[in-house]
């Protein structure tokens, strides 16, 4: 299973970091998906195993065992919604 990181800002990256470390495999979801392709943190984050996907991506929440929200995601994310539709 995989950890899915919400936004993958400064504290979606170090989560993302530390669950990499820990030889966890992660999903991150950012609206701005493709600009975070050229950036340096994120291209080592990629190369270390993190998937970066976009936040409009059918994320197959069957493969989702745990999933961090980072602090600027609004509550009403429709990502979110579908999560907490699982519970």
Same mark, same amino acid.
């Given at each position: +299973?995989?950890?899915?990181? @919400?936004?993958?800002? =400064? #504290?979606?990256?170090?989560?993302a970091l530390t669950l *990499?470390?820990?030889? +966890? +495999?992660?999903?991150?979801?950012? +609206? #701005?998906? /493709?600009? *975070? !392709?050229?950036?340096? !943190?994120?291209?080592? /984050?990629?190369?270390?195993? *993190? ?10 929440? !069957?493969e989702i065992d745990l999933? @961090?929200?980072?602090?600027g995601i609004s509550p009403?994310? =429709? =990502? /979110?919604?579908? =999560?907490?539709?699982?519970?």
């Amino acid at each position: +299973k995989k950890t899915l990181v @919400i936004g993958m800002g =400064l #504290s979606g990256r170090s989560v993302a970091l530390t669950l *990499l470390r820990m030889q +966890k +495999k992660v999903m991150g979801v950012d +609206k #701005s998906y /493709l600009m *975070l !392709q050229n950036d340096p !943190q994120i291209l080592s /984050l990629i190369e270390s195993g *993190l998937e970066l996907v976009s936040d409009t991506y059918p994320v197959p929440l !069957q493969e989702i065992d745990l999933a @961090i929200v980072s602090p600027g995601i609004s509550p009403d994310h =429709l =990502l /979110l919604k579908a =999560l907490n539709s699982t519970e």
